[in-house]
């Protein structure tokens, strides 16, 4: 199982960007899928989860209403879009899915640079 994220970087308060998570070497239709972020010196945090099929989310309160999580199948990618951004979204952030089975294991992309600032 690889996840790979991209998308990140620097942007203005206000602005938005669209996270990318390409996946491999699992099954990606059969299973949910999530974003978690981790801003320095706290715990990483649960940020936005989809169904397998995609229909559908949920979102954690700091961020309803201004990110979107989707996905597409096909290309086995998961997306976070995040508007109106705010210099409390910093952080690193991770794509992450739990493969079920006899043993359930997570997997966990390796991270992109969030930075919100002026």
């Known amino acids: 199982v690889t996840l790979v994220e991209s998308g990140g970087g620097l942007v203005q308060p206000g602005g938005s960007l669209r996270l990318s998570c390409a996946a491999s070497g699992f099954t990606f239709s059969r299973y949910a899928m999530s974003w978690y972020r981790q801003a320095p010196g706290k715990e990483r945090e649960l940020v936005a989860v989809?169904?397998?099929?995609?229909?559908?989310?949920y979102y954690a309160d700091s961020v309803k209403g201004r990110f979107t999580i989707s996905r597409d199948n096909p290309k086995k990618t998961v997306y976070l879009q995040m508007n109106s951004l705010k210099p409390e979204d910093t952080a690193v952030y991770y794509c992450k899915t739990r493969i079920t089975g006899l043993l359930p294991q997570d997997y966990w992309g390796q991270g992109t640079q969030v930075t919100v600032s002026s």
């Open positions: 989809i169904s397998d099929a995609g229909g559908r989310t």
